[in-house]
């Protein structure tokens, strides 16, 4: 931090000592002065997140106009964006993959203690490449989504804003400032409050729920509002129409829920046994070598398949659930779990959120083509194993079940939603009773302990202090 105050600071002073002190008892004053920063980094976070969503929208069209009309270039656009979105995160390590486990590293290590250590996940120069590489991926095909990437940088902006507050502020923990972003990022980055408020108690945090509900609640409100503002009170995947569960067709919710759940678990175990295994490449030759084949194994997959092998999956999402023809072919699904491997395997940016339920979505409509379901009768057991899968791979069934709720407004299908939630949950801790970002969170957590031991042991500059870790 700079010693002479910046403008931020000088207008909150400013704000303190014209507005706010002469008109606020001490006490009210107080709750003013603790909640003002969150309320403009909810702000922040709603316009980054409209514009990141805008941004990403534009780069997925542009990957399905090349990959349509001109399809062989994917053996050469697919892996030169692999290598770039690569080179852009050797910049920021901490900006590879979902983003998730950072934010959840990052609160672990929030205390008095070892707090710098955040610097190294969730600065302000990391949300910036996360976005970069991430858009890169995605423009050359990549099969990830927004919604974790979205995460850690509202967290990051929560982060910044709250070391900004002027001396003497009463401030929220540093904990909370990054819970609640996390909170703010998602309900932000699907237009789902409730699903951003579940998260945060369900994968974000320990805490009692008192600490902390009011910055989140206020959050993720203004940080909505602020995208409503500029996207409107959309829902993120429409209205589809939902037929009650009758007979037949309870009995298949739970067998979906079970296929879904053990695939989520699958495709987790799948993403950290090619991370363990990248790790034999330690030159920047072999390492290189890992990301380009990464990339021309998935530009081989969508020149066979076409735009359906590419992206975030969300359209897929939609045909299924809007204008499902009952034929989707049988390799879809292989197709996109692979094309998910590799894209996250690369070591570029991108998040499993939403691919996640695309690939769940598939499956569930497999499943129904073998159990010859009427496609009028689909839509809920679509719907069921997008929860299902998603629970799988992040062990969070109230968070599926609420963001596949808010996205849809299917209220009607409550009961099936949770339940397949909890069915997944209990059936994908038989492959790992712990979740992917658990496991991601703890590599996290002894990288920054690496780094900070780097950091601290390496020799002072001439005539200049010892090196320090970045704060």
Known sequence: ??????????????????????????????????????????????????GYEKVFGWAE???????????????????????????????????????????????????????????????????IIKVLSSLVLLLGGGVIGREGPTIQVSAAIFRAINKLQPAGWPQLSRQIALVTGGAAGLAAAFNTPLGGIVFVVEELTQMHMARFRMAVFTAVIIAGLTAQTFLGPYLYLGFPKVLPATGRVQVLVVVVALVCGLAGAAFAKTLLWLGRYRQRFTTLAAQAGWVLGCGLLLGGLAYLVGIEG??????????????????????????????????????????????????????????????????????????????????????SPFTAAILVL???????????????????????????????????????????????????????????????PPE
């Open 1 to 50: 931090m700079p010693d002479s105050p910046s403008r931020y600071t000088r207008a909150l002073a400013w704000l303190d000592q014209r507005i706010i002190r002469p008109f606020y008892t001490d006490r009210v004053r107080r709750l003013i002065l603790q909640s003002f920063p969150f309320w403009v980094a909810s702000v922040l976070t709603g316009l980054v997140a409209v």
């Open 61 to 127: 069209q542009a990957s399905f106009a090349w990959l349509t009309h001109t399809p062989w270039l994917a053996f050469v656009l697919t892996p030169l964006a692999f290598g770039a979105s690569w080179l852009l995160v050797r910049g920021a390590p901490a900006a590879r993959g979902s983003g998730i486990p950072q934010v959840m590293a990052g609160i672990e290590l929030s205390n008095a203690s070892q707090h710098h250590r955040t610097a190294y996940l969730l600065s302000l120069r990391v949300a």
């Open 310 to 395: 590419v992206g975030t999956g969300k359209p897929i999402i939609n045909r299924l659930l809007f204008q499902n023809n009952g034929v989707t072919p049988w390799y879809l699904f292989p197709v996109r779990f692979a094309g998910m491997a590799l894209s996250y395997s690369s070591g570029g940016a991108g998040g499993v959120f939403a691919t996640s339920l695309s690939a769940g979505a598939i499956l569930g409509d497999g499943i129904c083509q073998l159990f010859d379901v009427a496609v009028a009768d689909r839509n809920l057991l679509i719907l069921v194993s997008m929860v299902s899968f998603l629970t799988g791979v992040v062990r």
């Open 406 to 468: 808010e996205m849809t407004d299917r209220h009607s299908a409550i009961f099936q939603l949770l339940l397949s939630g909890l069915l997944a949950q209990g059936v994908a801790s038989l492959i790992d009773p712990h979740s992917l970002y658990e496991h991601l969170k703890a590599g996290f957590i002894r990288e920054t302990g690496d780094v900070d031991r780097a950091a601290r042991a390496a020799p002072a500059p001439a005539n200049g202090p010892p090196a320090s």
